[in-house]
């Protein structure tokens, strides 16, 4: 699966374990709603590491909390 593909999953799962809206996500993070549509939609093949990072911060985590998961273990991505 392509980047984008795990990010939209693993944001998608942590959005859920912490009860927190899309909208909610836009507002903390500073992302518009169409730079989250294109990722939950998978529009884009990679995300760009300043989206990332304003997710984490919005979300309260760490990058390597956000990636400590199974999703991102690279015999699951496709990186051509």
Excluded: W
């Amino acid at each position: 699966m392509n980047l984008n593909k795990a990010f939209a999953m693993r944001l998608s799962k942590i959005l859920n374990e912490k009860h927190i809206s899309k909208y909610r996500l836009e507002k903390e993070s500073g992302l518009t709603h169409s730079a989250l549509r294109y990722i939950f939609n998978e529009v884009n093949e990679n995300v760009h590491f300043s989206t990332i990072v304003k997710v984490c911060i919005a979300l309260n985590m760490s990058l390597h909390d956000f990636f400590n998961d199974k999703i991102f273990n690279l015999e699951n991505l496709d990186v051509d």
